[in-house]
């Protein structure tokens, strides 16, 4: 079943295989412990912005049930598990520090600790505190500077604990579905305030890193970007194609060298934020790993005159229920890619999944469509990897289904099945894959 990975790097134990979660997306709990609201929270209150007005919560009562969500990874031989510990619930509007909050990430890097598992620790995926948007969000430079003291305290709290530390999850959604389509919170829609969101998010990631140097010195540091490759659909949609890419490197080129892509920002040039002396290098900072982010390609076509393109929709692919293009070579082709562009630190798959419409029939999930997706690109990853890549690990999006951003709990990408009637977890039959898989490699 797996035998594309003969004499393969994933085959060595050492290569870590892990799964990821995000904490709005499971915890619920969201007014236990005198956690704040965040922007998810008042997101989800407004008519239309979320599926079905979903909300996070109750989602997968992680907060509660985390000792058997922990057990349940270490017994699918997983030796990884990236969380996301919630700003909401370390820092109080007025400042200071949470107890609570600390104590509850100190129970589940316990269990976690208790059962070998690597951690790898996002410091922000998405649940800023609403105090803080109250004062501007990501808008206002200020929020850099508050996110640097909120890493100090996680960091000197947990120190070496945490094996990985990355600063932030995806700042490309944050800024540009946050802020200039305004599918996600906080919901605006401008491309002035996208762009100087950006910038703060990437002052925030700088500003983090020798702080998390400092308080956990044999940790490694680095960040988790998304990349969606661009296709051009025919011959004269090359340029465009190549210019909506440039917006793969929006992150990841200031942070390697602390420029950011020339033509977009050209392009954009009358709602470029400001860039104060010194900025640039904060951002360079120099990081110990890459987190990438990987789901499907983008097929850019012209759209009027030059750069300006749209995104179309190939009828004869598959696709997964959330509507996105499945096309495992993309995959490979940024890796490649990516290591020929820039003087990379190792990488790590930090997410790629597959949103299945999953159904329970005799107690079990038979969701192929998720264990052809997950062989597929592990294939690119192995073809990488062989190709010179530095490819150390690889999570799964997502140990469990979970709150879907805009798509509230219709869209499922666990490779655990939750009936969020009674909270039961089920394997699918990808779990079991992943299972046969790492167990036959501690043989
Ligand atoms: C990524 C997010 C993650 C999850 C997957 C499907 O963009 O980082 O939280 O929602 O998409």
Redesign the pocket.
């Known amino acids: 079943m797996y035998k594309f990975l003969k004499d393969s790097k994933l085959c060595d134990p050492k290569f870590l295989f892990g799964v990821a979660t995000?904490s709005y997306?499971i915890e619920g709990a969201t007014s236990v412990d005198e956690r704040c609201p965040s922007i998810w929270d008042t997101f989800c209150a407004k008519p239309g912005a979320v599926y079905k007005q979903h909300n996070g919560d109750v989602a997968c009562d992680h907060y509660h049930l985390y000792q058997d969500d922990v057990n349940l990874i270490a017994s699918l031989g997983m030796g990884a598990y990236r969380l996301s510990i919630a700003w909401p619930r370390i820092i109080k509007f007025d400042g200071s520090i949470n107890q609570k909050g600390l104590d509850f990430y100190d129970r589940v890097i316990s269990a976690l600790e208790e059962k070998n598992l690597t951690i790898m620790a996002t410091l922000y995926?998405w649940d800023l505190p609403q105090y803080l948007d109250d004062e501007g969000g990501w808008l206002n430079r200020e929020t850099a500077y508050k996110y640097a003291e909120y890493v100090e305290v996680v960091s000197s709290y947990f120190g070496d604990r945490i094996d990985f530390y990355a600063t932030l999850?995806?700042p490309w959604?944050s800024a540009f579905h946050g802020y200039r389509d305004g599918k996600h919170a906080p919901g605006i829609t401008d491309d002035r305030s996208a762009f100087l969101a950006s910038h703060n998010l990437l002052l925030a990631h700088g500003l983090a890193v020798p702080i998390l140097r400092k308080n956990a010195p044999s940790s490694k540091h680095g960040i988790v970007l998304?990349f969606t490759p661009a296709y051009p659909a025919n011959e004269s949609a090359k340029d465009v194609a190549d210019f909506a890419d440039e917006y793969n490197h929006w992150f990841i080129k200031p942070i390697m060298e602390g420029e950011y892509p020339e033509s977009v920002y050209q392009h954009y040039i009358d709602v470029m934020p400001t860039i104060e002396d010194g900025d640039m290098g904060i951002i360079n900072a120099k990081i110990d790993f890459l987190g990438v982010?990987n789901?499907s390609r983008g097929v850019i076509d012209q759209d009027g005159q030059y750069p300006n393109y749209k995104e179309v929709h190939l009828s004869d692919v598959e696709r997964t229920h959330i509507g996105w293009e499945v096309y495992p070579e993309g995959l490979l082709k940024l890796l490649t890619d990516l290591n020929q562009t820039y003087q990379l630190p190792p990488i790590y798959i930090t997410?790629n999944g597959a949103a299945v419409d999953d159904q329970v029939v005799d107690g079990a999930v038979e969701d192929e469509q998720r264990c052809r997706y997950y062989q597929n690109h592990l294939s690119s990853v192995d073809q990488a990897i062989r190709k010179g890549v530095d490819i150390r690990g690889y999570f799964a999006?997502s140990l469990m289904d979970n709150f879907?951003?805009a798509e509230g709990y219709k869209m499922r990408?666990g490779i655990v099945y939750v009936d969020y009637k009674t909270q039961k977890r089920i394997p699918k039959r990808s779990a079991l894959w992943f299972k046969e898989f790492l167990d036959s490699r501690q043989q």
């Open positions: 995000a997306q995926h999850n995806e959604c998304n982010n789901y997410e999006w879907e951003w990408f």
